[in-house]
């Protein structure tokens, strides 16, 4: 079964923050700029977590990781978005 994560990271260092962005990419859908919606099943989710701890400096990088709960609810019921509101993802990870 899988889950819906929101995954948001503030991170010190511009090659790293690159690195996370691109393996972020490869789990989820972008809905901000250091935002993603995941949705995972959980052998998934515990990779994403070693993908990204992997790339992260202890001391200056933050990521936080949301359980959203399952994903056969509509994710629209979920959310309030202010403005235009983005795609929300509708499948799983595509990891490469």
Known sequence: MRRRFMVAYDIADAKRLRQVHKVMN????????????????????????????????????QVLIVDLGRTDRSGHDRFQFLGRPPKLPSGGAVIV
């Open 26 to 61: 490869g789990y989820g859908d972008r809905i901000q700029f250091s935002v993603f919606l995941c949705d995972l099943t959980s052998s998934e989710a515990v990779q994403l977590k070693w993908d990204v701890g992997e790339l992260l400096n202890d001391l200056e990088d």
